[in-house]
């Protein structure tokens, strides 16, 4: 999963209406690397999946505005505005199916 800045984030927005998972983490914290860890697993079955990770301590911009409550979180984005966020991650079946929901 390719790590993006705040800025790579907004200039994608920008120039395309493609759909796009983000994953919100910090580097601290343990709940965040065992979804980093199933994300990796669903990435292994679903590899086309639009999904990348930014570090929300260098995020300020994109986590105050998308109202990011805590981490983990991952962000669906679709048309440039973000339609939903996920903050409990039940397992890699659980994940699998959210993305799949929001094909």
């Known amino acids: 999963m390719e790590e993006w800045s705040e800025q790579q984030i907004k200039q994608r927005l920008e120039a395309s209406d493609e759909r796009l998972f983000i994953y919100f983490y910090t580097p601290m914290c343990g709940t965040c690397k065992v979804t980093e860890r199933m994300l990796q697993v669903v990435l292994a079955m679903e590899p086309n999946l639009p999904l990348v990770k930014c570090n929300a301590n260098y995020c300020p911009g994109l986590t105050q505005s998308w109202k990011v409550e ?30 799949q929901e929001s094909a």
Do not use: H, N
Request: aromatic share 10%; net charge positive; glycine share 4%.
């Open 70 to 99: 805590s981490v983990p979180c991952i962000a669906s984005i679709e048309r440039r505005s973000l339609t939903r966020k996920r903050y409990r991650m039940q397992g890699v079946a659980d994940l699998l199916q959210w993305f």
